[in-house]
């Protein structure tokens, strides 16, 4: 059972490990470092699992596609719109002799060209010409269309299962969390602005620091410290936390008399206006009216909130803040290195201070990301050196310990729907 926190959040301990009915004991390391749980980990959880990988609105149009890498069994995909207008999602690999028929990452093809042998199929995936056809010995068509992944889509979100016949649909999968999540406006999904980096640490070390406010103080006091912490709240402690079967969300705390810096020129002309309360804002709260107002952003209606971090298992995080949307994404490489990506959504800029501020953001935001980025090596490091067996993790850290028990009970169930139990 999941529990708000008090109406004064800070006056004494959270629970909120004990309220998502989790234990508190400490937290085992060899997950993240394992050979043999990173094999169990990609057969059980990647290859079972529904896993996200764009939004419709960067497929819109017909014959519009993107390619996206599921590691980590490198298995490349071709995600497109058909004539239809059906969502596709096909291996990219020609049937003639194995090339990938789309290098990517993204563009529009009503036929798909395999640039090795020009062998060419429609957008639905049917195999359209063969160059040369009667040299070949009773090639039959019908079966050498691209293989079909299979795909799903929720709330314009596109997720993929590399079972060729998923145990469990998408909707089964998200569970309540589709509920809660239901609605909630994503403006300007069709403008990402990415980026990536392959990490020397396991993904679960680079997801893990993306969904605890308890190194803020520590590892951004340069960037956002008197964002996420205060006189009030000095360890940045979570506004609330709770889990959805697989899935869970953890609320984060923000200063509402965060200081600028009046030496900062840019921040004061960007923050003049104080719209948003935040730095971590691309759009106006007026532009965001509809999903601000949404109940599963700022879920405790606090005005000491700076955002919500919505883990879907195994690998995304979809991040809710006062001026919109970013997602981060965590793929296994190996059992210590792994690749990073985060998008972030920025609606276009109603005047030039609004782009000056997206601009600061989208700085602000990867500047804050580095911070994190440049810790999770050193992390690893230490984990690898088998000097400790366990971790021990505190109420803020109730993301983290989900997520283990989470992938644990993944590795070790028979079927998904026991997974799901
Ligand atoms: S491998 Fe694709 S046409 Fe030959
Ligand atoms: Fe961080």
Redesign the pocket.
Known sequence: MNIATSDKPFAGKTAFTQSCGLGTEPVPLAPYRSAEFFERERARVFERAWLLVGREEEIAAYGDYFVAELLPGGVSTVLNRGKDGKVRAFYNTCSHRGSQVVDGPTGNARRIVCPYHNWTYAADGELLSIPDESSFFAVDRKRCGLTPMAVDTWEGWIFVNLQAEPEVGLRAFLGDFADRLAGVPYVAADKPIVLKADLDANWKVVQD??IESY??PA??KRTIAETFSSNENRFARLLDARVFGPHRTVSMYGNPKMPLDPANKVEMLAYASGDTGSLIAAGTSTQMDSFLQHPAVNPTGVDCWSMDVNNLFPNTQIDFGPGGFWVHQFWPLTPNTSRYEVRFYVPDALNARQRLQQELYVARVIE?VL??LANVARTQRGIDSSGKDHMQLQDSEVGIRHSVEQLLKWVDADSVAEALL
Do not use: N, S
Request: no cysteine; proline share 0%.
């Open positions: 620091a993306f190194h803020i590892i951004h804050v911070e994190d």
